[in-house]
């Protein structure tokens, strides 16, 4: 029996990934650190914004202002407003899925807000919306996240599932104990999601048969 599923945001629910990746393109190259698509996805998909301004002071050798994404935001405020939806067949997913639901996202709860309001998906959610940056000392890939939405709602870990779409939320899981499900449509390729405790599937319409299968 499932007890709850706990859902990632960004690349699980709403289809953002793409365009903070094109965001990270511009700002490394105006920090001098020009990388491609792909590098970006490999260094920084899945991490909370702290994560990923301490791996950049690492790479760049130096500190960086606190504010300074802020430069970047109307940028993304911009493309977000334009091209912002629902992950494809996320939509049709959630509604055959008869099962408790949260979601858990290193993102901040002012975007998880905007993000999944955006898309209409904010309501199905409302009260259950958890972010590794705010609510936990560690984000991803510590087990923190996943385990504080379980017991925040009563639920046993071991009864629980999480879909994910990066190899953190994937490695967070495995650290709380929890069955998890890769999704490989999104920007991180199947190989870097394989490994043990996970079942991996490119089609979100997939997922509901997916959970039935594991309830049983």
Not at 46 to 63: H, I, P, W
């Amino acid at each position: 029996m499932i007890e709850l599923v706990i859902f990632d945001c960004d690349g699980v629910l709403i289809d953002s990934e793409p365009i903070g990746v094109e965001v990270d393109k511009v700002a490394m190259a105006a920090l001098g650190l020009p990388m491609g698509e792909q590098e970006i996805v490999e260094r920084f998909v899945g991490l909370s914004q702290g994560a990923k301004t301490a791996a950049l002071e690492e790479l760049l050798g130096r500190e960086l202002p606190a504010d300074w994404w802020e430069e970047y935001r109307p940028l993304h405020t911009r493309l977000t407003e334009e091209r912002l939806g629902p992950v494809d067949g996320i939509v049709e997913a959630l509604e055959r899925i008869d099962l408790p639901g949260c979601v858990a996202s290193n993102s901040s709860h002012r975007w998880l807000r905007r993000g999944l309001g955006l898309t209409g998906l904010y309501e199905r959610f409302a009260g259950r919306i958890f972010s590794g940056a705010e609510d936990v000392p560690r984000g991803k890939p510590a087990p923190d996240l996943f385990l504080h939405a379980a017991r925040t709602l009563g639920a046993d870990p071991a009864r629980c599932v999480v879909v994910e779409d990066s190899p953190h939320g994937l490695s967070a899981a495995n650290a709380a104990g929890i069955p998890a499900f890769g999704y490989t449509g999104g920007v991180n390729s199947a190989d870097r999601l394989a490994g043990p405790g996970r079942v991996l599937f490119g089609d979100m319409r997939d997922l509901p048969g997916l959970l039935a299968a594991h309830a049983h």
